[in-house]
């Protein structure tokens, strides 16, 4: 699915994220629950509901049908530990340029 972010430019941020990561979309779409893809996960629902302003809800179903209730705790999770961890902030980091670079 792809978003717009700015000037009307359409982007797929989970192909980003898998490009950008080293996992497959299939993996972050997917039901797995390894800490890799899990974390990668959580880094696209904090991105998208706080930077891009997407609801939860559609969040959740970009990301394989996942219920809001779930996007809120990832991107809950991953701010808390985004502000004690400098890899995941810069993760963060990483992942918003790249969004910017392919728009």
Do not use: W
Request: positive net charge; proline residues 3%.
């Amino acid at each position: 699915m792809l978003i717009t972010v700015r000037d009307g430019q359409r982007v797929d941020p989970i192909e980003i994220a898998a490009t950008e990561f080293g996992v497959s979309a299939k993996q972050i779409t997917g039901p797995g629950r390894k800490r890799g893809v899990v974390v990668v996960r959580h880094l696209i629902c904090y991105t998208l509901v706080h930077h891009y302003n997407m609801t939860m809800s559609r969040t959740g179903r970009l990301l394989g049908g996942r219920d809001h209730s779930t996007i809120s705790h990832a991107v809950s999770v991953f701010g808390r530990d985004m502000d004690v961890d400098p890899n995941l902030r810069q993760m963060y980091y990483i992942y918003c340029r790249a969004i910017r670079e392919q728009a």
